[in-house]
Every structure is written in structure tokens, then in C-alpha cells.
């Protein structure tokens, strides 16, 4: 069964350092997102990406956050300077279908010291 | 605007008992909901899923959950339960007919412990 992986299951870096995240999403997919979840809390929306250009945002998504695809399987997202409060659980997702159900990766555990 | 409330941030259940996890929504319009299981240390599994037709939807593990559009429901049943289904269940909504291009909108999650 197709799925999305995602790669390093768990970075420990040091304060002010960048940080990218690696996803592949499903082949046939078309939209791509990634989720954040802090320790204890709930799923936030971060960021979706269609037809290589972002598609919607949230607040959390500020300038210090990007995200590309830069061939045509892996989508990426890049912390630029990482924060002790960037310390989370993140999600890749894709989607293609009518129904909006969205598949997620087991996540990249980001721990900030 | 979508976004879901789930009552009871944790619930506890002996083996064998009924579970039931709460989960309301707010929708400005025909919304498509989920749900879906967390176990510790792994991602977002789903559980099932309501777009259209059926109002009881069937699930893995034994779960159905009810869409009931006059009270803004879709809470998650299982009739008896396994100590297996110790996790996370969070319940998430996304506008309808918009493919795959919406945002899930997630709630903040019910933790399951399960007793003997």
C-alpha cells in the first residue's frame, strides 16, 4: 500500500540552526501539507503546497519557515533558524482524492536544545 | 471556517466496555470528517471517515462513528473494548467537494486508557 515516508525520524539540533525536513509524499498526490504537533497538544496546520507554489498558510508559518519540492518525488520543509519553541512533532501529508482524506508520514521528531 | 470540539481531553474505559469519544463540529459548510489514531511514538492513522451517503460509517478496529447533522456530531463508538486501543484519537473536519486541496482541521485530541 502506497505511503508517505518521511526522513530523519528525529533531529536534535542546537538553537539558531537550520533545519530541513524530508518528505515523499504518494506518487499520484497533488497536495501536500505539513502538520505540527508540540508536545501534548493538538495537530496544527502549518502549511499546504499545490502545483508548486503554497496554497494556503497559518500563522505559525512565518518567515522562517519554507517549503519546495525540488524534483518530483520529495517536499521539503526548512526551518531557517530554529527556535527552543520549534521543538515538535512534524507531520507530512498528501492528498489527491475527492474525499479530502489526507495521509500522513509517522512524522520527524524535531528536538531544539 | 471549520473546527471541532472533542469533550474530555482523556477517557478511561474498562476492557471489554463500550467506548465513546466526543466529537462536535462547526462548519460553514457540508463538511467531510475523520478520524483518526495516534499510538505512542507513530503518526496519524485513520480510523474512518464520513464524505457523503451513510450516516453510520464503519471504521478498522471495530469503530463506527454516527454523522448526525442536527446535532454537529461525529462521535466514535466501539462496543467493547481492547486493551489495543490504548491512543490518541483526535477528530478532524474539511470542507466538502473541494478534493483533495483542503486543510484537515484538527481537535485537540481524546487519550484512551484502557483498564483490565
Same mark, same amino acid.
Given at each position: 500500500?502506497?505511503?508517505? @515516508? ?6 536534535? @539540533?542546537?538553537? /539558531?540552526?537550520?533545519?530541513? &525536513? ?5 506518487? +499520484? ?21 499545490? +502545483? +508548486? ?28 533558524? @530554529? ?11 498528501? /492528498? /489527491? ?15 531544539? &536544545? | ?10 477517557? #478511561? ?29 507513530? $503518526? ?10 451513510? =450516516? ?13 447533522? #442536527? ?5 466514535? =463508538? ?15 473536519? #474539511?470542507?466538502? $467537494?473541494?478534493?483533495? $486541496? ?7 485530541? =481524546? ?6
Amino acid at each position: 500500500e502506497p505511503e508517505v @515516508t518521511q526522513t530523519p525520524s528525529h533531529q536534535v @539540533t542546537q538553537m /539558531g540552526q537550520e533545519v530541513i &525536513l524530508r518528505c515523499v509524499p504518494i506518487s +499520484n498526490h497533488l497536495y501536500f501539507y505539513w502538520y505540527r504537533q508540540i508536545l501534548g497538544q493538538k495537530v496544527e496546520f502549518l502549511v499546504s503546497f499545490y +502545483n +508548486n507554489e503554497i496554497s494556503e498558510k497559518s500563522e505559525i508559518f512565518d518567515d522562517q519557515f519554507s517549503v519546495e519540492r525540488p524534483d518530483g518525488s520529495n517536499f521539503t520543509l526548512k526551518i531557517r533558524s @530554529t527556535k527552543l519553541e520549534d521543538s515538535a512533532m512534524y507531520f507530512c501529508a498528501s /492528498g /489527491g482524492g475527492v474525499t479530502g482524506e489526507l495521509f500522513f508520514g509517522e512524522g520527524s521528531r524535531l528536538t531544539v &536544545l | 471556517a471549520q473546527s471541532v470540539t472533542q469533550l474530555g481531553s482523556h477517557v #478511561s474505559v474498562s476492557e471489554g466496555a463500550l467506548v465513546l469519544l466526543r466529537c462536535n463540529y462547526s462548519s460553514s459548510v457540508p463538511p467531510y470528517l475523520f478520524w483518526y489514531v495516534q499510538y505512542p511514538n507513530q $503518526g496519524l492513522q485513520l480510523l474512518l471517515k464520513y464524505t457523503t451517503g451513510a =450516516t453510520l460509517v464503519k471504521g478498522i478496529n471495530g469503530f463506527e462513528a454516527e454523522f448526525k447533522k #442536527s446535532e454537529t456530531s461525529f462521535h466514535l =463508538t466501539k462496543p467493547s473494548a481492547h486493551m489495543s486501543d490504548a491512543a490518541e484519537y483526535f477528530c478532524a473536519v #474539511s470542507p466538502m $467537494g473541494a478534493g483533495g $486541496g483542503n486543510k484537515l482541521t484538527f481537535g485537540t485530541g =481524546t487519550q484512551l486508557k484502557v483498564e483490565l
